[in-house]
């Protein structure tokens, strides 16, 4: 695990290790960059049992290279568990080809499912029979709708299920995903890098003058869909700018998030949020 890595997955694993009486072995990650492949291998050891990293870094974006660290981990024996919540819909994923184990994501980034979507999670086909899901629920049941006494999972990947899905969110998802696959990643992926270094350009030309610092790969190859800067007024400023219409995130302690989504974004829509930035820094600097 990454000391910079989102917070649900840390303190996750903190409490299972705690629970377990398991070691934690923790990779000093660079906020403003991500866990490389030579990290994970210093890291990764034949004491490895398993291993979690997100494959776009929440804050700054970076991507790590998804096929070479699952290799690392297999070679010491390790499972591997990537959170694609900041990848799916933003770049491309093979899990699959990767020979990844687990991976988990949500659906309200970069798949647009908006409040209330559901999560996912992927557990690779040979594991289905071997693994068992740790909080049992009526919908992983065999036969779920027999509401019969004892557990017996379903075939395949459904065994994962607990509880009712959240109906109402996946609907709008549904329409999404449709377009995600109508449009195909790949060019999802090469609208996303243009969309991020237009950014990072009138980043360069608007706001690098007041101070601001780009805390993302500057490298589009090793960045995914999101643009973070640093400046030590944003945590002010983004309340302001969230008044006038641009919706950025704020992460602490000083940084800006651009989530560009390039099925719903435009090049435009990122000029006018930059400008707004600009404006209310002027203010202040």
């Known amino acids: 695990m990454d000391t910079d890595n989102f917070p649900t997955d840390r303190y996750l694993v903190e409490g299972i290790a705690a629970e377990r009486g398991l070691a934690l072995r923790w990779i000093e990650a660079d906020p403003s960059s991500g866990v490389t492949t030579a990290q994970a291998a210093g890291a990764i050891s034949e004491r490895t049992a398993v291993v979690v990293l997100s494959h776009v870094a929440y804050r700054s974006g970076y991507l790590a290279d998804g096929a070479a660290i699952t290799e690392l981990a297999h070679r010491s024996g390790a499972l ?147 643009v973070t800067l640093e400046h030590p007024a944003f945590r002010e400023l983004t309340q302001r700018l969230w008044a006038g219409g641009v919706i950025p995130d704020f992460r602490a302690p000083q940084g800006l998030r651009m989530g560009l989504s390039p099925l719903s974004t435009s090049f435009g829509e990122v000029l006018r949020g930059v400008e707004a930035v600009r404006e209310e820094l002027v203010r202040v600097v």
Request: proline share 7%.
């Open 80 to 226: 591997i568990v990537w959170d694609l919540c900041h990848s799916a819909g933003s770049v491309p994923v093979a899990l699959d080809e990767w020979g990844a184990d687990f991976a988990a994501g949500c659906t309200y980034k970069y798949l647009n499912g908006g409040p209330g979507s559901p999560a996912f999670a992927y557990v690779a086909e040979r594991h289905h029979e071997s693994f068992h899901q740790p909080v049992q629920g009526w919908l992983g049941r065999r036969e779920a709708f027999e509401m019969a006494l004892g557990y017996e999972p379903a075939d395949g990947v459904r065994r994962f299920v607990s509880g009712t899905p959240p109906i109402f969110g996946m609907l709008p998802l549904r329409g999404m995903l449709a377009l995600v696959e109508e449009a195909g990643i790949q060019a999802i992926r090469e609208k996303s890098v243009k969309l991020t270094e237009f950014a990072v350009a009138a980043h360069r030309e608007l706001l690098e003058p007041l101070g601001v610092v780009l805390a993302s790969p500057a490298e589009a190859e090793r960045r995914g869909g999101h």
